[in-house]
Structure formats: structure tokens, C-alpha cells
């Protein structure tokens, strides 16, 4: 997720935790692990009781490697998650809640053994909630019975998606030793829907979104050019663009995704910094950059000096290189 979607969750999250914390039984039984995932995952925290989890600091990467998430997942799950054995009582089945607002970025189904559907006994209970209109819904089917949409990714819905999140782990905390449903579906806040099976939007394999590096000319700052496929001009249109943190861009890596012909793109997101609707292109190193106003440009990336000039269709790689 990038943008206000971001920011939303992180708020989510951070009031989750509180809310939690205030909750005498969910302090004596709810643990907690969180696990983040872009170009790549990593675990943000392990499985951790609440009053000693502080909530990850949510930034904006290029990416969505569900499958390393999945994969992660599953190895703390079998590290973490103690099982009932003739000398001990094991933990109750972990619950799993998923946040994706895209297509997976990786080989996501080759999590599908240790996670999907068709495992049993299920190692745990997966509530996947994909955000927006450009989330794969058929692809999370695969994974859990349980996937729910949200529409509209705008504060007030997460927010409202947070809030029913904690009431259900709250209580799905109580119910734990009668092991008992965790969420109550019926009980829905509004603008999020459960997806079943044949009733969703059937994926027609396109990627939906396409995310492009690029630096500011002025202060070689970097940030993402957004774009979404319209099926009415088959091309990818602007959406608008997000600054990043250049502290975040460190050991980077290639994402596995097919580079794009610039005449499948239209328009050009305004720089987040000096506002620019103009991107050009290095020749050198082939990096992408925003112009302004005169007849000579240095590129951010390289430092090379161009002359401006209209050039030929071209691929951009999706990619932080």
C-alpha cells in the first residue's frame, strides 16, 4: 500500500494495539506478530505478547511478494506456535489477517502447500481483506474461504475496518477454548462485503497497476509514478505519485515483473516535490526523472547532462534499479 491507504493502516494498527492493551482477557491471551511485505518480506516483530509490541512504522516500497509473506508466515507459525503434546497444552490455532491492495509480485503459489485451502489440518485461520479495486480476489480464494473486500480505501473505512478487526480479536480471544468462530461476518461494518466463491470479479490476468521509479531534477529525491490500467482506452492512465524515504531504498532489489512500453502509459503524475508534469528519461542509465523548464537537463540518477529532445516509444522497467 502506498499514500493515504498507508497512512490509514498505520493508524488502524496503532489504534488495534491500544485498544487491545485495554482489554483485561485479550491481555492474557492475545499475542501478537506482525510481518510486512513490498519487494520483499521481513518480519517486523515475532510473535510477542501486547504489552511488549510497539507498533512497526508502515513505509511506501515498490512490490507486493505475497509469496515470501506466505512463506514467512508459515515458518514462524511452525517456530512459534506451540502444539499440544502428552506434556504440554499447545496454543490455540493462529489467526492470520491478511492486507493487500494489489497482485502478488512473486511466486505466490508455491505457499499454497504449507497455507492454501486444501491443507489440512489448517496450520491457521486466514481472514484476507483485499483493499480496493485492483486487489486480486480470485487469487486470495485460493488461499482461505474467508476473503472480504473493502472498496474504498479512504481513512474512514479502515478505520471502521479496525475497529471491527479488534472487537472479533477481542472476542475471538474469549471464545478461543470453545473454539469458536473468531469474526463475526454477519456483524460487517459498512463498505466491506464478503467475496464467495463464483461471485467474484473473474481476473483476467492483466496487472492492474504499474508503480515506476523516478527522481526529482531539483532535488534528486526519489518517489513512484502510480498508474492504472483503464479498460476503457487500454492504456495505463496517471493516478498520481508518492514521495519516498531515500533511507528505505537501501539494498534494494530487482522485482520480477515485465517492463512496460511507454506508449501502453498516458500522462504523467505531478512530482510530489516540485509539482513537474513532465518525466523524461536518461539515456545513460536509462532512469526516470521529472522535467522542468529549459532546454538542457542532469539526470538524478547518473549526473549525466542530456539535451531535451522527443524520443520513440521505449520500455521502463518496473523496478527500484
Known amino acids: 500500500m502506498i499514500g493515504d491507504s498507508l497512512t490509514a493502516v498505520q493508524a488502524g494498527v496503532e489504534m488495534m494495539l491500544r485498544t487491545l492493551r485495554s482489554d483485561p482477557h485479550a491481555l492474557e491471551t492475545v499475542w501478537i506478530s506482525c510481518i510486512t511485505f513490498d519487494q520483499e518480506a521481513k518480519l517486523a516483530f515475532p510473535l510477542s505478547e501486547l504489552t511488549e509490541v510497539q507498533a512497526p512504522r508502515l ?15 508459515a515458518d514462524r507459525i ?29 511466486s505466490w503459489k508455491s505457499a499454497l502447500p504449507r497455507l492454501g485451502q486444501k491443507v489440512r489440518p489448517r496450520p491457521a485461520n486466514i481472514y484476507a481483506v483485499g483493499c480496493g479495486e485492483d486487489v486480486n480476489t480470485e487469487m486470495l480464494l485460493e488461499l482461505t474461504d474467508i476473503v472480504l473486500h473493502l472498496g474504498e480505501m479512504t481513512e474512514e473505512r479502515f478505520r471502521k475496518l479496525f475497529v471491527w478487526l479488534t472487537a472479533s480479536v477481542a472476542k475471538g ?14 456483524k460487517l461494518p459498512p463498505g466491506i462485503k464478503k467475496i ?3 461471485l467474484s470479479s473473474q481476473w483476467d490476468g492483466r496487472q492492474r497497476q504499474v508503480m515506476i521509479f ?15 490500467w483503464s479498460y476503457d482506452l487500454s492504456v495505463y492512465e496517471a493516478i498520481c ?17 515485465p517492463p512496460v512500453d511507454s506508449t501502453d502509459l498516458t500522462g504523467v503524475p505531478p512530482c510530489p516535490y516540485c509539482e513537474s508534469r513532465s518525466a523524461g528519461r536518461c539515456n545513460s542509465c536509462g532512469g526516470l526523472f521529472c522535467i522542468n523548464q529549459g532546454s538542457m537537463a542532469v539526470c538524478p540518477h547518473c549526473g549525466t547532462q542530456l539535451g531535451l529532445r522527443e524520443d520513440g516509444n521505449f520500455k521502463i522497467s518496473q523496478s527500484l534499479a
Open 59 to 73: 513505509v511506501a516500497k515498490p512490490g507486493t511478494a505475497l509469496g515470501a509473506a506466505l512463506h514467512l508466515c
Open 78 to 106: 511452525e517456530t512459534e506456535v506451540r502444539k499440544t503434546t502428552s506434556r504440554q497444552k499447545g496454543d490455540w490455532r493462529p489467526l492470520v489477517i491478511l492486507l493487500t491492495d494489489g497482485q502478488p509480485t512473486d
Open 173 to 186: 480471544s474469549e471464545a478461543a477454548e470453545e473454539k469458536s468462530s473468531a469474526f463475526s461476518l454477519e
Open 196 to 198: 464467495d466463491r463464483g
Open 214 to 228: 523516478s527522481k526529482c531534477q531539483i532535488n534528486r529525491k526519489p518517489y513512484l509514478m502510480r498508474y492504472r
Open 241 to 257: 505519485a508518492h514521495p519516498l524515504e531515500l533511507e528505505n531504498l537501501e539494498g534494494r532489489q530487482e522485482m520480477s515483473l
